[in-house]
Every structure is written in structure tokens, then in C-alpha cells.
């Protein structure tokens, strides 16, 4: 069974350090946190990092298409200058690195493939490879992304692996994607979600994770609805939800 915590560190902890870094893990853990959501981009010659963006300058001292970078080019960068003086110097991870991190500090994954092309083929067997080959813990990992062909490919490939869905709003469809892969979780925005499907997701058995929300006013209605988890860049302003029973 998932063992997921009502309280996700987003991109690690991004109000606290730089995202998608080590550093931002770690921050994470120092808040609270006992999960954390980051996200596995595809680069040049079948790498895998911990990224967000299509593009290095928002975050990074680089420039140009981050699936076109090479491993040396993506280990070059500082992924952290952006965000401080004190996290100058701070680098991309790989994939492999974040996930010792993790197990490391004892954090649960919940994993987003960021990943918009259609050749899923190419990208996530990679992933479930590095992970079976690496993560310890099935019931602390979950695997999202808004790419729904990558969710069934997942699914095909690993029979047991926990699947989120990823949203921003509410589709009509939602029950039929998340049982054909036998998802475990619908993940959605939290403003345009309302009452009536929240409770809809959780009366069909599935777990509600609700993402990004930075202030614990912004979805307290939320909790009463059902929702499970809330995926923050600010662990600290959830993290006395994890001692209520």
C-alpha cells in the first residue's frame, strides 16, 4: 500500500532553495517533509536529470534546450547562483544522484516524468530501469506526469508500480484514465477543483493530491473535501498536518 504523507515538498522545496537540487531535497527533510515531488527530464543520449523547465536560462547559467544538452554540458551548470549567493555552485542532478539523496534523508518520491513528446519508448524504460535497479521502498514512490501515453506505458512495463494522474483540471474522463491504467491517485490543481469532484475521486477509491498551494488558508476546504496530500513549495506551512490523527 502507498504510503504517501499528507504533506509533498514541490521540486523539493522550492521556496527554501533552489528547485529540482539537492539542496531543495535537503531543505525539504529540514522542514518536515516526508515526501517530496521532483521531476525526471530526458536529455541528449539517453540522461536523465532532475529538471523542470524545456529551456536552462530560468534556472541555470546555460542556455538553450535542455533535451539537446549533453550530461557534460547539464553537469557544467549552476543550477543555483539564480536563487542566492549561498547556493552558488549548486549543480543539476542526475537522476541516480537525487534518488541516493532521498533514501539517504528517508524521503518518500513522488516522481513527475516531464516529458511532452510522443516516444515514450525512448524515455521510460530508462526511468523504470534506474529505479528498480536503485529505489528500495515500492510503497514510498509514486510516478505522475500529465503525459497520459507515458502512464501506460508505465503501467505495461511495470505491473505494480504506483500511478498518478496529472491534471490541471478535472476532465470528464478522469475515471475511465486513471482505471485503465488502475492509477492509484488523481493529481490536479487545487483553485479550479471544487467540492463536487473531489468528492466524486475519492468516493471511486482514489487517492486526491492537490498541487501547488503555498499558504494552508488556500486549501482548507480542500481537506473537508477529502484531498490526501497538497504538493507545496513550503513544506514548513503544512508540516504540523503530519501529527494530526
Not at 515531488?37 to 536560462?57: K, S, T
Not at 466524486?200 to 473537508?224: M, S
Not at 477529502?226 to 494530526?244: A, C, I, N, Y
Request: charged residues 20%; proline residues 4%; aromatic residues 8%.
Amino acid at each position: 500500500m502507498l504510503k504517501l504523507s499528507k504533506v509533498i515538498g514541490h521540486r523539493g522545496a522550492a521556496t527554501l532553495a533552489p528547485e529540482n537540487t539537492l539542496a531543495s531535497i535537503r531543505a525539504a527533510a529540514a522542514a518536515g517533509a516526508k515526501w517530496v515531488e521532483i521531476d525526471v527530464y530526458p536529455i541528449a543520449q539517453g540522461g536523465l536529470i532532475i529538471f523542470h523547465d524545456d529551456r536552462l536560462e530560468r534556472c541555470t547559467n546555460g542556455f538553450g534546450s535542455t533535451m539537446e544538452a549533453s550530461l557534460e554540458t547539464i553537469l557544467s551548470l549552476d543550477a543555483g547562483h539564480w536563487f542566492g549567493h549561498e547556493h552558488q555552485g549548486e549543480k543539476i542532478p542526475t537522476f541516480e544522484q537525487a534518488i541516493d539523496c532521498l533514501q539517504e534523508l528517508g524521503l518518500g518520491l513522488n516522481l513527475e516524468i516531464k516529458y511532452d513528446g510522443r516516444n515514450v519508448e525512448a524515455v521510460v524504460p530508462a526511468i523504470l530501469a534506474t529505479l528498480a535497479e536503485r529505489w528500495q521502498d515500492p510503497d514510498k514512490l509514486l510516478l505522475s506526469s500529465f503525459n497520459y501515453p507515458a502512464l501506460q506505458l508505465c503501467r505495461r512495463l511495470s505491473p505494480t508500480v504506483h500511478l498518478g494522474y496529472l491534471v490541471e483540471e478535472v476532465p470528464h474522463d478522469w475515471l475511465l484514465k486513471l482505471a485503465a491504467i488502475n492509477a492509484c491517485c488523481l493529481g490536479c490543481h487545487y483553485q479550479p477543483l471544487t467540492e463536487h469532484q473531489a468528492r466524486a475521486v475519492k468516493a471511486a477509491g482514489y487517492l486526491l493530491v492537490c498541487y501547488t498551494a503555498n499558504e494552508a488558508h488556500l486549501v482548507r476546504e480542500h481537506w473537508r473535501w477529502g484531498m490526501d496530500s497538497v504538493v507545496t513549495d513550503d513544506p514548513r506551512q503544512f508540516v504540523h498536518l503530519e501529527h494530526k490523527h
